[in-house]
Structure formats: C-alpha cells, structure tokens
C-alpha cells in the first residue's frame, strides 16, 4: 500500500537523527515501520547513510601551496585576453 508522501516527508526530516541514534524507540519503531514497506524511503535511508558514512571518512589534505608569480601571470593574461575577446 502506497504511503501518503505527507508521512515519507516527515520520515525524510528525520532520517539524519535517526541514523545517528539521536530518536527516541517510539519514533524509531514508528521510522523502522514505515521503511518495512517503502521502497523509495529505504533508497533515500540508504543513500543518506552511505553519504553520511563517506563524510565521516573524509580527511582533509594540506593546503596546496600558493601559485608561483610565473603561474599568477599566466592566469591573468589568460584572464585579460578572455575578457578582451568578449568586448
């Protein structure tokens, strides 16, 4: 049986918390019901949950460092011949 996408946008606003064990059991049983039988929630669960999970890994590298004055001026010619060529 479908489900009213009133109720799927309600279970989207708390998916995150959900996730993150941040629900109380009645608003998890109720979530964990209503992904029981639908298919595009438990797609958009998912995918929250592997977004979350590859954020989670991700670590940040140095800072490249700053552009050589040879480079600088090569991407200002570049940049000033773009602007003349458009008038």
């Keep these: 049986m479908p489900h009213d996408p009133k109720d799927c946008k ?16 009645d608003a998890c049983a109720e979530i964990e019901n209503h992904l029981a039988d639908c298919p595009p929630c438990v797609e958009f669960a ?3 949950r592997s977004t979350v999970e590859l954020c989670r890994q991700y670590t940040p590298g140095a800072m490249p460092a700053p552009i050589s ?19």
Aim: hydrophobic share 45%.
């Design 10 to 25: 309600r279970i989207f606003a708390l998916l995150s918390e959900y996730l993150d064990f941040e629900l109380p059991p």
């Design 69 to 87: 004055d040879n480079a600088r001026r090569e991407l200002e010619l570049a940049w000033r011949n773009m602007l003349a060529k458009r008038g």
């Design 46 to 48: 998912d995918s929250l």
